[in-house]
């Protein structure tokens, strides 16, 4: 069963700093890209940071600069250190892994981001 754990959205405060993780079980955690999105109020969804199996990071223009996406594949686990919070980030942000051999695609619960001003 696949399972992907997303942890540590809380309340912050404007330009405060944050960390999101992600745990993830029943893939082969390093055939996969793994990637944050994000989902505000009345919003799509939307990619903030992306890491391939190989390491390549892409970032939102939103989050560059600000926002840092990494992973050990030894715990299986990607995280988002997300630095500088302003008003417009608070939102649900959600994990999601891509196998690159399969194609197969999975999502986390999400994780809810809220920052005060």
């Known amino acids: 069963q696949v399972q992907l754990v997303e942890s540590g959205g809380v309340l912050v405060q404007a330009g405060g700093s944050l960390r999101l993780s992600c745990a993830a079980s029943g893939i082969t955690f390093s055939r996969n890209r793994m990637a944050w999105y994000r989902q505000g109020p009345g919003k799509e969804r939307e990619l903030v940071a992306g890491s391939s199996r190989f390491g390549t990071t892409n970032y939102a223009d939103s989050a560059k600069g600000r926002f840092t996406i990494s992973r050990d594949n030894a715990k299986n686990t990607v995280y988002l250190q997300m630095n500088s919070l302003k008003p417009e980030d608070p939102a649900v942000y959600y994990c999601?892994?891509?196998?690159?051999?399969?194609?197969?695609?999975?999502w986390g619960q999400g994780t809810q981001v809220t920052v005060s001003s």
């Open positions: 999601k892994s891509e196998d690159y051999f399969s194609g197969y695609v999975y």
